[in-house]
């Protein structure tokens, strides 16, 4: 399974985000939900992973 590793500019908590679109070529950061926050911020885009 790939997921991308996001960490929340607000909170600080890193998470995984399931998608195979590349990130990293379009964004440096992106504004997405954070389950921990409970509402939209901006992310920074962390690596890529493969599993």
Known sequence: MT???L???E???EWK???SFPLDKEFN???H???YC???TFHKILN???E
Request: hydrophobic fraction near 20%.
């Open 29 to 31: 950061s992106f504004y």
């Open 3 to 5: 997921y991308w590793k």
């Open 11 to 13: 909170c600080g908590k």
């Open 17 to 19: 985000l399931y998608i």
């Open 38 to 40: 409970k509402r939209n």
């Open 48 to 50: 890529y992973v493969e």
């Open 7 to 9: 960490q929340c500019k």
């Open 33 to 35: 939900y954070c389950p």
